[in-house]
C-alpha cells in the first residue's frame, strides 16, 4: 500500500501547484483590471491513519484565499464619473436580471439610456438625492436603491422660489433716507427679472425695506409694481430683531412679453444689520437658473452625484450608496469582477460615503488591481519547481511499482 499512497501523494502535490499556477495565471492576467483583488492558494496537510511498521502517506489540500479586504493603488483618470474608494466598502450595482452585487471597480460611464455603466455592463447604485435631506438608508439590504441616471434632458431652466439678501444700513442715516440694491431672479421660463429692494430710515433703529419689480415699478399715483414691504426692527447692538426674518413676495402671473410666471419668492433678510458704517449691500443670493444645457457631471466625495450645466450651476441627482461585510475576504467572486455574500462573509450593511466604517469617494479615479507582478513570478517559479518535484516521487513510486511487479518473471 505504501507505493500506491506515494503516488497518490505525489499526484496530490502535483494537483495542488498546478491550482496555485492557475491562480498565478489569473492574476497575472487581471494585472491591469480596474479593482481585481489577487488570489492566492493556501495548502493544508492530508493526513492517513498509520499502523506500527508501516505508514500511510498523505497528502495536500488546496483552499482559494481572495485579498478583498487589501486596497489596491489609485490612478487618476480624466472622466469625472470615474470613482475610487478610499477606506471601506464597495459600490452597489445590479446585473441584466436585477441582481445586486458589491465591486470595487468603479469605471462607471453613462449608457445609452444614461445609466452609470462599468465595462462588465453592471449598473450603478444609488439613493434620488434632495439637496439638504439626506435620503433613507435601508442598513441591512438594498431597498430603494435605483439606477443611477444622468441622462440628458435638453434645456434645463427652473423658476426662482426662495434667496437670501443681506446688507448694512448705516445707523449715522437721517430719517427718510434710502438706500437701495438689486437681486437677479429667474421667472417659470427662466428669464432674468430685476428685483430692487429699497431700504428707507424710519426712525432709530427702524427701517423698512420694499422689493420692487423694476420693469413695472411706477410711484403712481396709483404705485404699482411694489411686490412686499417689511419693517426692520434693530436693537442697540445693531442686530436684526424683526421675526420672522423673511419677506414673502407677491407672484406675478402671465408676465407681459413672455406668458412665464415668477413664483412668490420667500427672502431671508437674517443677515442684515445696522452699524455705523456706509450701506453695504452683500450681494444676495436665489434659487432657479436660466435656460442651460449638461456640460458634465461631478461627484463628491460624499458620493453625491451633480449634473454640471453650461451656466455653472450644480443639480444633485443622486447619492451613491455604498455597502460593506464583516469579513470581506470571504466574499465569493463572480464573473464581471463583482462579488456577492458568502455563508462566510457575514450580512450586508449599507450606508454612505465618510460614514460609519466606510472611506470617501474620489472621482477622477481608480483602484487599481492589488496584484504584485514579481511576487506572482516568484511563485510561479516556486510552482514549477515543486510540481517537478512531486512528479519525481509520482515516477519513483511508479518505477518501483514496476520493480515489484517484475520480481515474478
Do not use: C
Request: proline share 3%; net charge negative.
Amino acid at each position: 500500500m505504501s507505493l500506491y499512497g506515494m503516488m497518490r501523494t505525489g499526484g496530490s502535490g502535483m494537483n495542488a501547484q498546478a491550482n496555485r499556477l492557475g491562480t498565478v495565471a489569473e492574476n497575472i492576467a487581471n494585472a491591469n483590471t480596474t479593482g481585481y483583488k489577487r488570489a492566492s492558494t493556501e495548502f493544508s496537510s492530508l493526513i492517513l491513519p498509520t499502523s506500527n511498521g508501516s505508514y500511510n502517506s498523505g497528502g495536500v489540500e488546496t483552499k482559494v484565499r481572495y485579498s478583498i479586504s487589501e486596497q489596491g493603488p489609485t490612478t487618476y483618470t480624466t472622466s469625472g464619473t470615474d470613482m475610487a474608494i478610499n477606506g471601506g466598502g464597495f459600490f452597489v450595482v445590479a446585473g441584466a436580471d436585477g441582481s445586486n452585487f458589491l465591486t470595487r471597480a468603479g469605471a462607471f460611464t453613462p449608457d445609452g439610456e444614461g445609466n452609470l455603466v462599468n465595462s462588465a455592463g453592471y449598473s450603478l447604485m444609488g439613493y434620488e438625492y434632495e439637496e439638504g435631506v439626506d435620503p433613507t438608508v435601508v442598513v441591512n439590504g438594498f431597498g430603494g436603491l435605483k439606477k443611477v441616471n444622468l441622462a440628458d434632458g435638453g434645456l434645463v431652466a427652473s423658476g426662482s422660489t426662495k434667496g437670501a439678501m443681506g446688507a448694512n444700513l448705516n445707523s449715522a442715516d437721517a430719517v427718510g433716507t434710502e438706500s437701495s440694491t438689486s437681486l437677479s431672479v429667474f421667472d417659470s421660463q427662466g428669464n432674468e427679472r430685476l428685483l430692487d429692494f429699497v431700504y428707507k430710515k424710519t426712525g432709530a433703529n427702524a427701517w423698512t425695506v420694499e422689493v420692487r419689480d423694476r420693469t413695472t415699478y411706477s410711484a403712481g399715483p396709483p404705485v404699482v409694481g411694489v411686490l412686499g414691504t417689511k419693517a426692520l426692527a434693530f436693537n442697540a447692538s445693531g442686530e436684526l430683531t424683526t421675526t420672522p426674518t423673511t419677506i414673502t413676495t407677491t407672484a406675478m402671473p402671465g408676465l407681459s412679453g413672455t406668458g412665464a410666471n415668477l413664483a412668490s419668492l420667500t427672502i431671508d433678510l437674517g443677515e442684515t444689520t445696522q452699524l455705523g458704517y456706509k450701506f453695504d449691500p452683500d450681494g444676495g443670493e436665489i434659487d432657479g437658473n436660466a435656460p442651460s444645457k449638461v456640460a458634465g457631471y461631478q461627484i463628491d466625495k460624499e458620493g453625491i452625484v451633480y449634473v454640471k450645466y453650461e451656466n455653472g450651476k450644480l443639480d444633485p441627482r443622486y447619492r451613491v450608496a455604498l455597502a460593506s461585510v464583516q469579513s470581506p475576504d470571504n466574499l465569493v467572486p463572480q464573473s464581471g469582477n463583482v462579488y456577492s455574500q458568502g455563508v462566510d462573509s457575514g450580512v450586508i450593511v449599507t450606508g454612505f460615503a465618510g460614514s460609519g466604517d466606510f472611506g470617501s469617494i474620489q472621482s477622477g479615479a481608480l483602484e487599481g488591481s492589488n496584484v504584485d507582478i514579481a511576487n506572482e513570478l516568484t511563485a510561479m517559479i516556486e510552482s514549477q519547481r515543486s510540481y517537478t518535484a512531486n512528479s519525481k516521487v509520482f515516477q519513483t513510486g511508479a518505477d518501483l511499482l514496476d520493480v515489484l511487479v517484475n520480481l515474478k518473471r
